[in-house]
């Protein structure tokens, strides 16, 4: 009896093991690809956008590997240094692929309402955490939250006509909670005195350091207590664009 119920046991691992791998494999999350299917996957992503991909990938590599072969002809042995450019062009090409995977999925987002989330998931997240959409209007005008070493970043989107109010609104129920930390806003945008998206993460890490991470800490709590009395945002049904995931993948990893 006891054999016989080892054995149902061990097929029932084996099943569930079996479905972990099929589910894995099927996944639709980057992270649980393996890391060549992350590569290829990003490849294929910005590839679409950005028709210039190709020819810089080429470029890259070849260009290293002619160099080696060059070093090796004055320094032999040749094949030793062929071996480097290779894999040095290899390198090279991986670095250009994510260094313009970034740069298209700032194009492929770019306009749409909550794209600067694109932005904020690219903060170091030891040291900066964010909460997208803290308020929207009905045209989708929204404001996302960045908190860190640089204080409290309010960051708009929409018509500037009507994010501005929804900032300086914003600000003052901030400045109620923070106690002092100073609560910088920047609009989001291509027009006079606003930030684009893809100049976003670089703006906010630039911010002079006004926190330690204990006081990020304390000023978190605080700010959880004054989102948990504000109304349900007012937009749409369907997900804003997101970056979850798209990051693992642009890293290869």
Do not use: C
């Not at 590997?65 to 040095?88: D, E, N, R």
């Not at 002092?180 to 100049?199: C, R």
């Not at 976003?200 to 605080?222: G, H, W, Y």
């Amino acid at each position: 009896m006891a054999s016989e119920k080892a054995k149902e046991l061990a097929a029932k691992q084996k099943a569930e093991v079996k479905a972990a791998k099929l589910a894995k494999k099927n996944s639709t999350n980057p992270a649980d690809w393996p890391w060549y299917r992350q590569i290829w996957q990003t490849y294929k992503v910005t590839a679409e956008v950005d028709k210039q991909l190709n020819l810089l990938l080429a470029g890259s590599f070849l260009g290293v590997v002619a160099l080696s072969v060059v070093v090796g002809i004055f320094l032999p042995p040749w094949w030793m240094w062929l071996l480097i450019g290779v894999m040095g062009g290899l390198t090279a090409a991986l670095w250009v692929m994510l260094d313009r995977a970034k740069k298209a999925t700032f194009t492929r987002y770019a306009g749409q309402p909550g794209s600067a989330e694109v932005a904020l998931s690219m903060l170091d997240k030891k040291k900066w955490f964010y909460t997208p959409v803290i308020t929207a209007t009905r045209q989708l005008d929204v404001v996302h939250r960045a908190v860190g070493p640089g204080g409290i970043v309010l960051i708009g989107e929409g018509a500037a006509s009507r994010v501005k109010p929804l900032l300086a609104s914003e600000t003052k129920k901030h400045e109620q909670v923070a106690y002092g930390v100073v609560v910088t806003t920047i609009v989001m945008g291509d027009g006079e005195g606003q930030v684009p998206l893809a100049k976003l993460a670089d703006t906010i890490k630039k911010l002079p350091r006004k926190l330690e991470a204990s006081q990020v800490n304390d000023l978190k709590a605080r700010l959880r207590a004054l989102d948990a009395v504000r109304p349900k945002v007012p937009i749409p049904r369907g997900p804003l664009p997101t970056m979850k995931g798209v990051n693992r993948a642009m890293r290869g990893r």
